[in-house]
């Protein structure tokens, strides 16, 4: 934020309530808008995700792996990153490992951080954090009690004409999918390291 | 969906429940997984936002109008393409058309749809539809009431450096430039209509 913000800043009063529902958790704030008038900001505290865009480089062409997932609230399929949601306290690197093991079974040798996002920036504290994985070794899947994801493989050119087609409606997915064309052209820059020094932690 | 994805597909058992408070709606549902077993699936109900992606072609080169507003959740102030959320009833072009004049004043003589997103399809029914709009003339901004929004420009270059260091991590805005740039190279199509003809719905 630029120091000469304060003319779009809001303040937190400390006045806030939580409420609890299932895995929801919902805050009401009292804040002090930048005219000085009080208002309420109601909104969901996340502990944030990870999302992996992992390139499976084994053969001639690259080819990303992807997870297809029926997401109860908008009623379809869609097909994704993988992804999964930080627990309290874990780090966002062994959530991505975690996450891309569980629901495809590959690990990978080396990883990179992309980048941040904010998905719901209106109502959710939610960040997604996106890591770039390569070295892939397949291994078992291991998907939560309850969780049905389908892992599929699909090389650059038909991820990127799916897009095209307007059928990649997942944010996150899209967002993996054009920062790694910007890594190949060169204009984003990433910086690989061990993923068992990670491990390690 | 493929007609295939039976393996994936969650459906509801009709036993649902919803809870209000302030302008967020939770909806708790029982389904039934793939397996038959049954679980319960907590979210939010959402009406739905429409995002405009503004170009304005009225000198040399073209610029994007965008706003810089503060998101009390992520406490950040983020740079994003103007967007609001749908009211109940409302068609996606014009609330775009409203959004678009209320948050910084411009009216656009052309529209296309460029394409929905899903922002937070794990736990949010919203969809976010990208509009593009151009043949841009300036008028007075009209904000909501506590609302504090600031209207800049900028050029798709200096838009896009501002990608690749990382420093735009507002997903509709990210997607939108992304999609500006797949039209301009003729991978993505967009249809024109005029402005004016959606305003008589």
Redesign the interface.
Known sequence: ??AD?K????RATGESTV?H????E?R??T?V???G?L??????GHSGAVAVVPLLDDGTEMRLVLV???????Q???LEFPAG?LEPGEDALLCGQRELQEETGYVAREWAFG?????????????IWIWFARGLQPGPARPDS?E???TVTMTLAELDAL??R?EL????T??GL?WLQ?WQAG??SLTWQSGTAAASL
């Open positions: 934020m630029a913000d003319h779009l800043i809001e409420l529902r299932g895995w929801i919902l009401k704030d804040v808008l930048p005219d008038n208002a309420t900001r109601e909104y969901l297809r997932q029926y997401r109860y609230p908008v379809k399929v869609l949601k980048g941040e996002i904010h998905n719901a920036a209106a109502y959710s504290t939610e960040s309850g049905f994801v389908e897009c095209d307007g409606p997942d944010v996150k899209q967002i054009h910007r204009k984003m």
